[in-house]
C-alpha cells in the first residue's frame, strides 16, 4: 500500500453498458452536515459560518476517510478541525461518521489540499496543519506530483499562526528523507518534537501499516516569528 494514486470508483463516471444505464445528468446525492461548500474557488472558506464559531483551526490535508480526525478532534473540544481531501468517496465516510459521533468541531472540504493553502487559506490563519501519509508518488518521474515540495512550505508558512506547526508522517523513507529536505531548508520553520499525545493517535493508513509490521517515520516543523 506504498502507492496511494487514489483511485476512487465513485469519482469516475461510468461507460453505459448492460447494467448501466444511458449517460445522463450525474444524480443529486444529499451531503451531510459535515461538508463544507466554496462560496467562489477564489474566496477563502467561511469558517465562522461552518463551524459557528471562532477557535484555533487544525487542517488535516490529505484526511482519507478521516480516521485519525474522528480519533483526535473529540479529545480537543476547544479547537476547530477541517479534514481535506481530493476525494469524494472519501470524504463522504467522514461526511456520515462525524455527526454520529455528535462532533461539532470537525468539518471536512473536498478540495487539493495544494490549492486550499495556496489559494484560499488566509494567512495567519492555522494553528496546526496534519499531513499524514501523503501519497508517496515513488516513481522518480512522479516526484513532482508530491505535495511536499519547497513552495508548497512557503505557501504553508504563509497561512500558519506564528508558532503553528506541520506535523509529518509517512511509510515512505525516501519522501521522509524530501519532507526534511523541504522543511529542513524552508526560510522560517525550526523542528520540533511531536507531542506525545498527538503522535499516539494512529490515523487509518499508520493502522495498516504497523499492523503489517512496517515502519514509519515522523517529524513536525514550527514557524517561527
Ligand atoms: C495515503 S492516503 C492517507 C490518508 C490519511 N491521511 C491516513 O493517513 O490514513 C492519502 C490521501 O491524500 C489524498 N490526497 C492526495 N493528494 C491530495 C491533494 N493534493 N489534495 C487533497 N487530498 C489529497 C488522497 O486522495 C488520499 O485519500
Do not use: C
Not at 26 to 53: E, Q
Not at 158 to 168: A, S
Not at 198 to 212: C, G, K, M, N, S
Amino acid at each position: 500500500m506504498n502507492a496511494d494514486p487514489g483511485h476512487d470508483p465513485s469519482t469516475v463516471p461510468s461507460s453505459p453498458g448492460p447494467t448501466n444505464p444511458p449517460a445522463g445528468p450525474a444524480p443529486v446525492i444529499p451531503l451531510g452536515p459535515v461538508l463544507g461548500r466554496l462560496t467562489s474557488v477564489l474566496a477563502p472558506p467561511d469558517l465562522v459560518g461552518w463551524f459557528g464559531r471562532v477557535a484555533p483551526l487544525e487542517v488535516d490535508l490529505g484526511s482519507g476517510d478521516g480516521g485519525f480526525l474522528l480519533r483526535f478532534a473529540p479529545r480537543h473540544p476547544e479547537r476547530n478541525f477541517l479534514a481535506v481531501e481530493r476525494l469524494l468517496g472519501r470524504i463522504r465516510k467522514l461526511d456520515r461518521k462525524a455527526p454520529r459521533l455528535g462532533l461539532t468541531n470537525l468539518r471536512a472540504l473536498r478540495v487539493d489540499a495544494a490549492y486550499l493553502v495556496r489559494h484560499l487559506l488566509p494567512p495567519d490563519s492555522v494553528a496546526a496543519a496534519h499531513i499524514y501519509f501523503p501519497d508517496p508518488w515513488p516513481k522518480k518521474r512522479h516526484r513532482a506530483r508530491r505535495l511536499i515540495q519547497p513552495g508548497f512550505a512557503a505557501d504553508l508558512r504563509r497561512v500558519l499562526v506564528p508558532g503553528g506547526t506541520v506535523f509529518l508522517r509517512t511509510d515512505d523513507a525516501d519522501y521522509f528523507g524530501q519532507m526534511r529536505e523541504v522543511f529542513g531548508a524552508a526560510t522560517g520553520f525550526e523542528e520540533v518534537p511531536t507531542p506525545a499525545d498527538l503522535r499516539a493517535v494512529p490515523t487509518d493508513f499508520e493502522q495498516e501499516f504497523h499492523a503489517q509490521g512496517r515502519p514509519t517515520w515522523h517529524a513536525a516543523y514550527r514557524k517561527t516569528g
